[in-house]
């Protein structure tokens, strides 16, 4: 266990906690979130031994294994595999002690150490690396090339690889899915819920957050606030202290009305079942969600594009070609004012390349590519935050783009991406990561586009401004194509999904949940091909496994028809808050307090219905992962 009894931590003369107590357990999985600047990353440090407390204790089991990915990579000239398995610290020291062993002909501590090996599956340490390093989108070819051919994207990925070799009883992990693509998302997701260790983690992913952890510790008035439950459930706490608050009232009724504006304009385009299901179910949420966000210091909106064209923009019979590799063919679509896509692929499938393709920066290899008259596209890559000039304030580069605008304009516009007071003033250079895409954001909103092309708009963004984000996509009246790997974002914002495949661009017919579906199977298979030439486990340790697969059977069916009873009791429930709730005698005055009571209850049962049918879908989904491969 991690102890932090009454501890008072500053940073640059400012206290980050003060007086603030914290128990982790064994096995806990917790999400850390507050808003930038209050001490997260400080936290990790703390427990990495890297700061030292004003006041308080601090107490850390001295033999536990503590395991943090580094933001930075060493430009090693190895190969990738083996940079990753340098990751598992025993491992090597057994191997560099045997090979001194073997030097010296000691036949008794070859002996021995070889029986380390294979008690830390140390001879499966190149098949374990490169299953992780294929899980983080590395091909079977990228395993052996240098760390030094990698961008600094990809050496992130390998950082994480690294850590994940060997994780230790305590594994902390800051912004993991950065640069990740959401297929790697969702594979990192799947590996981190079996972790049978302590993880803390940092995230502004919000549904990551919900697949993995189980407690939320919030950092705001220099404490350490421990919520029990997932990230939806701290949101729904933190919605009803804050709903008490009457001065965020007005505020809160506004960000209800543009998301029931957005549901009214979403069912008239929703077309595909699995898909509106999906949405309408997440919609539903979507009143908790902004009662908890209503003291964000983010609220803009994307200024309305002066002229649409119909179509914006067409391709027909298109191949497009990366250099001299042709990465689509006989493509044809055309975006419409209010197309909302999500698009989806493996990495290196060509999202990127389509969205440069219709921004016009890559040039068709063949077919037809056509403008509408009025066309104005608002482009947002990672590479716009490097274009920003570093010298120049916020408000100067909005008034470059716009002689004619007052600076009163365009301070109150900076003023919704909270570039505040003198912060609008102040050059660029020093700015935060965050600092920086929210403000390459604003610029690309300032110039009133009418499609927008997003490629992982949600890098660098804390969970605030992803939110404050999701609002102002919804309200956008053009067309988008957006990128990305937060699933919260693409459910929130997106009437349909496009998948690139094998050379093709295809209407993708379901839901976030089928594409994950998909990459399993794809996964499954992928897994087959390699484990053929790999060491396969033991035929016992296979009887094993199956032994233990037969074990989950009993117990996931009992758990299911528990949860289907729990699902049948919250629903009678809301049913009989419901009939309340029907009737005119709740609204007079003298019930007032009958009625916020009830209301109250709603939600509570509300939150409840919706963890237990998440629960029974997690459960049913194990059952049929078991039924299949048994």
Not at 111 to 125: M, P, R, S, V
Not at 170 to 187: G, K
Not at 253 to 275: D, G, M, N, S, Y
Not at 591 to 599: D, H, R, V, Y
């Amino acid at each position: 266990m991690i102890s932090l009894e009454k501890i008072s931590l500053q940073r640059s003369g400012n206290y980050l906690l003060n007086d603030s107590s914290l128990a982790i357990f064994s096995g806990q999985h917790i999400g850390v979130t507050g808003a930038n600047g209050t001490g997260k990353t400080s936290l990790f440090k703390l427990i990495l031994g890297e700061l030292s407390v004003e006041s308080g204790n601090v107490q850390i089991p001295a033999k536990a294994g503590i395991a943090h990915m580094a933001q930075e990579v060493d430009y090693k000239d190895i190969a990738a595999v083996e940079y990753v398995i340098d990751g598992d610290q025993k491992l090597r020291q057994a191997e560099k002690a045997l090979q001194v062993a073997e030097e010296q002909h000691d036949h008794d501590k070859i002996g021995k150490l070889h029986e380390t090996l294979h008690n830390i599956d140390g001879y499966n340490a190149h098949y374990r690396a490169e299953q992780l390093l294929h899980g983080l989108g590395f091909t079977q070819e990228d395993c052996q090339r240098s760390v030094q051919a990698f961008s600094g994207g990809w050496r992130i990925r390998l950082n994480l690889a690294q850590v994940l070799m060997n994780p230790g009883d305590i594994l902390l992990l800051d912004e993991p899915t950065n640069h990740l693509d959401l297929d790697a998302t969702i594979w990192l997701e799947q590996w981190l819920k079996r972790f049978p260790g302590s993880l803390l983690l940092i995230s502004h992913d919000r549904d990551f957050l919900d697949s993995v952890v189980q407690h939320i510790v919030h950092i705001e008035h220099k404490k350490l606030n421990l919520y029990r439950g997932n990230y939806s459930a701290f949101e729904h706490q933190r919605a009803e202290s804050l709903a008490q608050q009457q001065v965020l009232f007005e505020k809160q009724q506004l960000r209800i009305k543009e998301i029931e504006r957005f549901v009214t304009r979403f069912r008239a385009k929703a077309t595909k079942a699995r898909q509106a299901q999906s949405r309408l179910k997440e919609l539903d949420r979507m009143q908790e969600i902004a009662a908890a966000h209503v003291d964000s210091p983010f609220n803009f909106r994307i200024p309305d594009a002066p002229k649409l064209s119909d179509p914006l923009i067409s391709l027909s019979d298109a191949s497009i070609a990366y250099g001299e590799d042709v990465i689509l063919e006989k493509v044809k679509l055309s975006l419409h004012p209010g197309s909302c896509i999500g698009l989806l692929g493996a990495n290196g499938a060509g999202k990127s390349t389509l969205i440069k393709t219709l921004m016009g920066e890559i040039a068709l290899s063949g077919g037809e590519r056509v403008e509408g008259e009025h066309l104005r596209i608002g482009y947002f890559a990672q590479h716009q935050m490097e274009a920003l000039d570093l010298d120049a304030s916020p408000l100067v580069q909005l008034r470059r783009l716009t002689p004619k605008a007052t600076e009163q304009e365009i301070r109150n516009y900076l003023g919704g991406f909270n570039f505040q007071g003198d912060k609008a003033l102040e050059a660029v250079r020093p700015f935060s990561g965050g600092e920086k895409a929210r403000l390459a954001l604003a610029i690309v909103a300032w110039q009133k586009p009418n499609l927008l092309l997003m490629d992982e708009p949600t890098n660098h963004l804390d969970l605030e401004m992803r939110h404050a984000l999701t609002l102002a996509l919804q309200a956008y009246k053009g067309a988008m194509i957006v990128v990305s790997h937060d699933r919260h974002l693409l459910r929130n914002c997106v009437n349909e999904f496009w998948l690139i495949n094998n050379n093709t661009l295809t209407s993708f017919d379901g839901d976030l949940a089928d594409y994950q579906q998909l990459l399993s199977s794809a996964d499954k298979q992928s897994n087959s091909v390699v484990v053929e030439s790999k060491t396969k486990p033991a035929a016992k340790e296979q009887r094993q496994e199956a032994a233990a697969k037969r074990e989950q059977l009993s117990p996931l069916k009992k758990r299911l028809k528990k949860l289907e009873n729990e699902i049948k009791t919250q629903q009678a429930a809301l049913k009989e808050i419901e009939e309340q709730l029907s009737g005119n005698e709740i609204y007079q005055d003298e019930n007032k307090l009958e009625l916020q009571s009830i209301l109250k209850q709603r939600g509570s049962i509300k939150a409840k219905l919706f963890d237990y049918e998440e629960q029974w879908l997690d459960c049913q989904e194990q059952l049929d992962s078991f039924q299949l491969s048994a």
